[in-house]
């Protein structure tokens, strides 16, 4: 994302937009923000990112006359995460965070743990946090995770933290 990155570094308001916009996945189109197929008003992206709606205004515009972030924005959608709503629907959630997020294979030593122990997985999902850096993999589980998985979870190659909801 240093294109991304390098257009919105002087004006840090638009940044705290942007990188709610690339968190929850918010598209750009039409010089209108969408999640899904719902305008999104700019008070309420405001309020989100805790700034006025005349800087969402402003980064929407700046975004929609840009060809190059156009290209990303217009491409964004949101996604469901089912970490939160587990326990709801019979499944454990795991959320890992890792030492160095482009340290490959954390998710398939994840997975291979959760398959060694007989757990089948619903869901997973790896987000990057948008601008700030922060990543973390998110696995939502059937059933409960074994508590033997947990030290192997933990001892996977690039995995910082574990947290079994």
Not at 9 to 17: D, E, L, M, R
Not at 72 to 82: D, E, P, R, V, Y
Request: glycine fraction near 10%; aromatic fraction near 4%; charge should be neutral.
């Amino acid at each position: 994302m240093d294109i991304v990155e390098s257009k919105f570094k002087s004006t840090p308001a638009q940044a705290a937009v942007v990188d709610l916009f690339l968190r929850v996945g918010v598209r750009i189109e039409d010089g209108r923000a969408w999640c899904d197929g719902i305008v999104l008003g700019d008070c309420a992206i405001g309020r989100a990112a805790g700034v006025d709606r005349r800087v969402v205004r402003a980064t929407i515009e700046k975004i929609a006359g840009d060809p190059d972030l156009l290209r990303i924005f217009s491409k964004l959608n949101c996604t469901l995460s089912m970490v939160d709503m587990a326990p709801e629907i019979g499944c454990s959630s795991i959320v890992i965070t890792p030492t160095d997020s482009r340290m490959p294979g954390i998710l398939a030593d994840v997975t291979s743990v959760l398959y060694k122990h007989g757990v089948s997985v619903r869901q997973a999902m790896v987000d990057d946090g948008g601008m700030d850096g922060s990543a973390e993999l998110q696995v939502v589980a059937y059933g409960r995770i074994p508590p033997e998985a947990i030290p192997e979870l933990k001892s996977c190659r690039g995995v910082k933290s574990v947290l079994i909801k």
